[in-house]
């Protein structure tokens, strides 16, 4: 079909669906073949039932799974057409069981018939494929199962997005973004100090000629993100990873990770034993990104920030 060939893998649940519709539609005519009053839809639990005689609709859902509600649906349809009847169960009145009606019954004979001829339909298909659709079928649902499509979409949706961000030597032209990005995190959560001021002010300044780096991440070639590494005048550490914001509209897109990556390799290039940084646990996000990076809780070392509540530091050594 050309609409498989050009638009390829990403319509495999159309394919799959179209499959089902074509499989669904021989699979009535079969059942009129053998002259069996049956839809489709109630074979799973009809199946259940002859197998098991007696069962509740909480253990049919379970055993075929399918919802309750689909279950419930289903069996009040086959009562409705004397399928199936429903009885109080003596161990617990609050609920039914469900079993199959005589008649029903009556018509077991002939699908036992029909399971056999199907089986072998199936199997003569299989053995005519080169790829066993019934085991790929397995592996798929299990690999589903480890991994939702919706998840494995989400993964490859941020690979694509991380792949697309540039990141850059921080150059004056971005001193209004240098800001303008930090200031967005400051205020929303806290009051600005005075140290953030001369920072985002004045970065030039305060950090690049004081032996520092700054850092812009680009996407779709406009700043989204920014990231400081400051040199400390101190002999337990040797760089403070600091000003890091990344705009509210690229945020999930893996920039943080990548610039803190780009300044921990920076460090690291400079001849760094250690990066130090100061956050606050409100900014849970950052904090479980630090984390991921490696950094763990340190205490005790002298802040300018009010609203530091928690120091960390990486190991580079």
């Not at 489709?40 to 253990?59: C, H, N, R």
């Not at 199907?118 to 480890?146: G, P």
Request: aromatic share 10%; net charge neutral.
């Amino acid at each position: 079909m050309d609409l498989f060939e050009k638009a390829g893998k990403m319509l495999i649940g159309t394919r799959m669906r179209m499959l089902n519709e074509r499989l669904s539609a021989d699979a009535a005519a079969i059942f009129n073949l053998y002259g069996t009053d049956m839809e489709i839809k109630w074979f799973p639990v009809f199946y259940m039932l002859s197998q098991e005689g007696e069962l509740a609709v909480t253990d049919i859902a379970q055993r075929i799974g399918h919802s309750h509600p689909s279950v419930s649906k289903i069996v009040r349809e086959m009562v409705k057409n004397g399928m199936a009847v429903e009885t109080k169960d003596p161990a617990d009145k609050r609920r039914n069981l469900v079993s199959l009606s005589e008649k029903a019954k009556e018509i077991l004979p002939q699908l036992e018939k029909q399971y056999v001829d199907v089986t072998r339909a199936v199997e003569c298909i299989l053995d005519q494929s080169k790829h066993n659709l019934w085991k790929a079928t397995e592996e798929f649902e299990y690999l589903l199962d480890q991994k939702s499509m919706l998840a494995r979409v989400r993964e490859e949706r941020r690979k694509r997005e991380m792949s697309e961000v540039e990141i850059i030597d921080y150059t004056p032209q971005y001193q209004a973004d240098f800001k303008r990005l930090n200031l967005e995190w400051i205020e929303q959560f806290f009051k600005t100090e005075e140290t953030d001021l001369k920072m985002l002010n004045d970065p030039q300044g305060y950090i690049l000629d004081n032996g520092g780096f700054i850092y812009v991440a680009l996407y779709d070639k406009k700043p989204v993100g920014v990231i400081a590494l400051i040199k400390m005048e101190n002999e337990e550490f040797d760089f403070e990873l600091a000003k890091m914001g990344v705009s509210p509209a690229a945020q999930g897109k893996g920039i943080g990770w990548l610039l803190g990556q780009k300044v921990i390799e920076k460090a690291k290039a400079e001849g760094a034993r250690n990066l130090y940084l100061e956050s606050n646990t409100i900014l849970k996000p950052a904090v479980n990104l630090y984390r991921k990076m490696g950094f763990r809780k340190v205490a005790g070392h002298y802040t300018p920030y009010e609203r530091c509540n928690i120091q960390m530091v990486l190991d580079l050594e």
